[in-house]
């Protein structure tokens, strides 16, 4: 199973000592997001920083994704005087989270190259 990061790693660049209970599906989701979106570019057996660093972030929002759809009711808007509420439904909430996964990606790995010298997100002609 590919991952970027193990725990202790994780806790190093996020300056943290918790880590998620579940952990291990979070990294191998988390990689395996990444390595689709890079097109496969990145060395699994020595990645750049730049990679484990978005590896531990992509985690983090995962983790924050599911947490709020378990939670399903996650209130959207609210009015007061004619009470009225809005909730998130879980489609609302992982389009959300797709577009802040990809940003972190466009973020922190526009100009990193990969394996093929060729920038990690670069796709060819599209």
């Known amino acids: 199973m590919l991952k970027y990061v193990d725990q202790e790693e994780y806790k190093g ?7 998620p209970n579940n952990f ?6 988390a990689s395996n997001y990444i390595n689709h979106n890079t097109f496969g570019r990145i060395k699994e057996n020595n990645p750049p920083k730049e990679v484990k660093y978005v ?5 983090d929002l995962i983790k ?12 959207k808007s609210q009015e007061i005087e004619g009470w009225k509420e809005s909730y998130s439904t879980p489609e ?3 389009k ?7 940003a972190i990606l466009q973020t922190y790995l526009w100009n990193v190259i990969g ?11 599209c």
């Not at 660049?13 to 880590?19: A, D, H, K, P, S």
């Not at 590896?55 to 985690?59: A, F, Q, R």
């Not at 959300?96 to 990809?102: E, G, H, M, Q, R």
């Open 13 to 19: 660049l996020l300056g943290t000592e918790n880590v």
């Open 24 to 29: 291990t599906k979070l990294v191998i989701e």
């Open 55 to 59: 590896t531990c972030l992509i985690i």
């Open 64 to 75: 924050e994704q599911e947490d709020k759809i378990s939670e399903l009711g996650t209130l």
């Open 92 to 94: 609302e909430i992982n």
């Open 96 to 102: 959300n989270y797709s577009n802040k996964k990809y």
């Open 115 to 125: 394996t093929d010298g060729n920038p990690l997100l670069y796709c060819g002609v």
